[in-house]
């Protein structure tokens, strides 16, 4: 299978691009750091290229040019993310970091979300649509026939504010926002797309650890079934499955990877 990565370079993304470097794929990768993608050693069939999504004119060229590249692959995972963490922790001084800082509303944030995490995907879908429609393509199965998107906890949960006192994260609303708008896209296109023969859900992740303090991993856990965060191999299963044949009725659906979060 030939397998279309957006985003591979953070823990999460790690882990997935390790889960599916098998001698069965082939993975391309763009992110905006490319340098910190890794692939495992003994895997040779992966290229990395650099890519900020929010350059919509490079993102259209990339994918839909001339020579459409997105209609080379069989599958698009979509892992990027502005993430509470890479926005607190940028650029940030102490006094920023307060976690009453996120009710502030600065429309920078809340927009680079959803220009982020959400607009991205509706944009491939939609583009692909009108490629499809021009090439009289529509109705026949499209190579590219599975999509699979990473959404959050915050898609669905109540945040625990005592997670983020006095703690150096900040839990802004808009991640939460654009994760339950990226779940409910999937059920629209799922629907849209299902008679063409797309496939289209949503894996939902819990917290995955990554050299989070001890407080932070420990009020977690309180909130966990199985009591802790996640590590990089409890995520690394349902990519797979859910790219395989074994989920071929699979769609629509936002599959939750968390240990159990209590909502
Ligand atoms: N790590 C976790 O604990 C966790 C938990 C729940 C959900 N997730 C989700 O998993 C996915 C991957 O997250 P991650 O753990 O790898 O964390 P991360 O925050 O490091 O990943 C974000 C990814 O998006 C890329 N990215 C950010 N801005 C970009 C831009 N403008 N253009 C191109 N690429 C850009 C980053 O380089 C990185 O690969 C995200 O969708 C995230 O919301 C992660």
């Not at 999460?12 to 001698?23: F, M, N, Q």
């Not at 109540?158 to 006192?165: E, Q, S």
Request: charged share 20%; with cysteine.
């Amino acid at each position: 299978m030939r397998i279309l990565i957006l985003g591979g370079s953070g823990t999460a993304g790690k882990a997935i691009v390790s889960s599916l470097a098998t001698s069965e794929n082939e993975l391309v990768v763009y992110d905006l750091n490319p340098e910190k993608v890794i692939f495992p050693k003994d895997f040779h069939r992966g290229s990395i290229f650099f890519l900020d999504v929010r350059d919509t004119d490079s993102f259209d060229n990339l994918f839909f040019s001339a020579a459409p590249v997105f209609s080379e692959f069989d599958a698009l995972i979509y892992n990027i993310a502005a993430t509470t963490e890479l926005l607190t922790l940028q650029d940030s001084s102490p006094e920023e970091m307060k976690f009453e800082k996120a009710v502030d509303f600065n429309p920078e944030i809340w927009n680079l979300m959803f220009d982020i995490n959400v607009s991205p995907v509706f944009r491939f879908i939609s583009k692909m649509y009108y490629y499809m429609d021009e090439n009289q393509d529509l109705g026949k199965t499209t190579r590219l026939n599975k999509i699979i998107v990473t959404s959050s906890i915050y898609g669905r949960a109540i945040p625990d504010f005592n997670l983020y006192r006095g703690s150096q994260y900040i839990s802004f609303p808009g991640y939460g926002a654009s994760k339950a708008a990226l779940e409910y896209l999937v059920r629209w296109a799922a629907s849209f797309f299902g008679p063409l023969g797309l496939r289209i859900n949503a894996i939902s992740l819990g917290g995955v650890f990554n050299k989070h303090d001890d407080r932070f991993e420990q009020i977690y856990g309180t909130r966990v079934c199985l009591s802790r965060m996640a590590r990089p191999t409890d995520i690394q299963g349902i990519y797979p499955f859910l790219l395989s044949s074994h989920a071929d009725f699979i769609t629509g659906q936002v599959i939750r990877v968390d240990g159990g979060y209590l909502p």
